[in-house]
């Protein structure tokens, strides 16, 4: 191979949305590039009229955006590159190493229920490649249709991958395959080389169900003369039932992800992790540290599983190393489109917003928590956790949370220290545990039992709204309980 830029790319299909699978391999060529100051190619393979939906094309590259995978250079869309395949197709018939197929779909399937009854592999038998010249120009001037077969020469077939070493598989094992359908379209493999050489990808990193693939493809290289990409297949990724992660089962698109609060940064580090190591025990990285980092030497060929839970896990890491501005930045329209504040409102009061943040970052795991636990800090619709309503709102939770919220009404300043000295002090009054009145003021004044520390909560909600919440707590109890 010459010492061209590296090159290399993803290619989906818009048959499904980005899973995870397609994510990560996206990935590792993205970080490949990077790291050899080279080029990311984005492809659309999309010559599968059945199945290719164009209206989720731009869903795809949006999940690209989102991980962060940014390419270089124009989208290719093989749909809009068949004239350039039919070139290929006779320069392929023209060298020899292509020849026409006129076997009928009946004839390969009775061919293919012979050799399995026979325990041979089903394997092409050639009789077409046979075929005397004279006998082929007869059919085609009759306008028999026919496919294009690439044949496979004798021997055998070896390359180097990236992950797996050195892969040999005998020719003998390999048939004579299709290369462009009778209808002139071209078939998977045939495409891929073309546009691999057209883009000048010196690298490939795919998924390892596809070393098959490679060694037809190496021999459509070798058909056309040209220079070989040097091949890496990592491992697949698996569901925890250890089926292949796939959007024909159903598994999510990339971009459910980040509605449910999983930041870009988090699933880039976590999918990496996924079949390639730094060779430590460190596994939070920022994308630029893996940039930095990344060794194609370091793939693993062992598939991974994907657990959802370690990658929420990687979240609430990338969640601590933001800012409490980047977050609100994330968390404002979030409220916003909850329901619980308006744009405005939120611009007006940013540093405030900023210190919810601050407040509720250690306990967060997704950015969407921010909105489910600290809703109450900008709207109160006066309901409560029923389990903990049961538990707390005691009568005795009543006349405790109305002395309280006297108290906290008369102090001159509203503070961590006083109204904690003011809670403090009233239980100690009260023979009781502080506990007795920390539980029920929580769910008083935020109506969940989980958040930051209470003293600091009561702070920022501030002294007329922890006052006037505590209050109608005790109506609300009262009235449950006919007091």
Not at 84 to 107: D, I, M, N, W
């Amino acid at each position: 191979m010459t010492n061209r830029e590296v090159t290399v790319r993803i290619a989906p299909s818009p048959t499904g949305y980005l899973h995870v699978g397609t994510g990560r391999t996206a990935i590792f060529n993205y970080l490949f590039a990077k790291k050899h100051a080279g080029k990311f190619r984005i492809r659309i393979e999309d010559t599968d009229v059945e199945r290719s939906d164009a209206s989720l094309v731009e869903p795809i590259l949006n999940a690209l955006r989102w991980l962060g995978c940014e390419w270089d250079g124009e989208v290719i869309y093989q749909s809009r590159r068949f004239d350039l395949y039919r070139q290929y197709v006779e320069k392929l018939l023209e060298s020899g190493h292509g020849y026409r197929c006129f076997c009928t779909p009946a004839e390969l399937e009775a061919e293919r229920n012979l050799a399995m009854a026979e325990k041979r592999a089903p394997k092409y038998s050639r009789k077409c490649l046979r075929m005397s010249q004279d006998e082929v120009r007869k059919r085609v001037e009759r306008g028999d249709k026919f496919a294009i077969r690439l044949r496979i020469p004798d021997g055998e077939t070896s390359y180097d991958d990236m992950v797996l070493g050195l892969l040999t598989r005998k020719n003998e094992d390999l048939e004579d395959f299709v290369a462009a359908r009778s209808d002139g379209t071209p078939t998977y493999n045939f495409a891929v080389v073309i546009d691999d050489h057209d883009m000048e990808i010196t690298h490939i990193v795919r998924g390892n169900d596809h070393v098959t693939n490679t060694f037809k493809q190496i021999h459509l290289y070798h058909a056309f003369g040209w220079d070989v990409p040097r091949f890496g297949h990592t491992p697949l990724i698996l569901r925890p039932d250890k089926q292949k992660v796939s959007k024909r089962l159903g598994d999510k698109d990339v971009a459910a992800y980040q509605k449910e609060g999983i930041l870009p940064e988090a699933m880039f580090n976590y999918l990496c992790m996924l079949g390639w190591s730094p060779k430590n025990d460190r596994e939070i990285y920022s994308t630029q540290e893996l940039i930095d980092i990344f060794d194609s030497a370091n793939f693993n060929p062992s598939n991974a599983v994907f657990d959802e839970e370690k990658l929420v896990s990687f979240n609430k890491a990338h969640i601590m190393k933001k800012s409490d501005h980047d977050l609100a930045v994330l968390v404002a329209p979030m409220l916003v489109d909850a329901g619980l504040t308006t744009k405005y409102w939120l611009e007006t009061r940013w540093e405030y917003l900023r210190m919810v943040i601050s407040l509720l970052k250690e306990r967060v795991r997704r950015v969407t928590d921010f909105v489910s636990l600290g809703g109450y800090f900008f709207f109160f619709d006066y309901s409560y956790d029923s389990n903990a309503e049961a538990e707390q709102f005691t009568p005795e939770a009543a006349e405790l949370l109305s002395v309280l919220a006297e108290r906290f009404a008369s102090l001159t300043e509203f503070s961590h220290a006083s109204t904690e000295a003011a809670l403090t002090g009233l239980a100690e009054e009260r023979g009781v545990k502080k506990a007795k009145l920390i539980h029920p003021t929580r769910l008083a004044v935020s109506g969940i039992t989980v958040g930051p520390g209470l003293y600091d909560l009561l702070v920022a909600l501030t002294q007329p709204v922890v006052v006037e919440r505590m209050k109608k707590a005790v109506d609300s109890i009262r009235a449950r309980h006919k007091l």
